[in-house]
């Protein structure tokens, strides 16, 4: 299937919050996800992340890790001490234990491909049934 053009209607129903402090990504994933889900909100680095992710609850969340303010890792934190069962799933350019978050339901390496993002976010889903 592709995922670029054919929208996927599995996620019609969900909401997802994209964290990441480089606007263009963010908002590149943001528009292509908003196709496939309810609704998606963004925020541009961990602390604008967390206050989003209390005000709206998503189904799934998408960060980056390395940010300004409070970074992805503590982010991902702090939402799994809220809600130890909350999808996230982290991006990041670097492929290094440093980086490493076992918090998250999956990990995929920056630059982000939408088949990779698709398959992650389905993977997340599946885990929780």
Do not use: W
Request: proline content about 4%; glycine content about 4%; aromatic content about 8%.
């Amino acid at each position: 299937m592709n995922y670029s053009v054919e929208p996927n209607i599995l996620f019609k129903d969900s909401t997802i919050l994209i964290v990441d402090d480089d606007v263009f990504a963010r908002t590149t994933i943001a528009r292509f996800l908003g196709k496939r889900f309810k609704e998606v909100f963004q925020a541009g680095n961990g602390l604008d992340g967390l206050a989003a992710y209390n005000e709206h609850h998503p189904d799934i969340v998408v960060s980056d890790i390395e940010m300004p303010k409070m970074n992805g890792l503590e982010m991902v934190k702090r939402i799994k001490a809220i809600n130890a069962d909350q999808h996230i799933i982290v991006a990041t350019a670097y492929n290094d234990d440093k980086h490493k978050c076992p918090l998250a339901c999956r990990t995929i390496i920056k630059p982000i491909s939408y088949t990779a993002l698709i398959e992650a976010i389905e993977s997340c889903f599946i885990k929780a049934k």
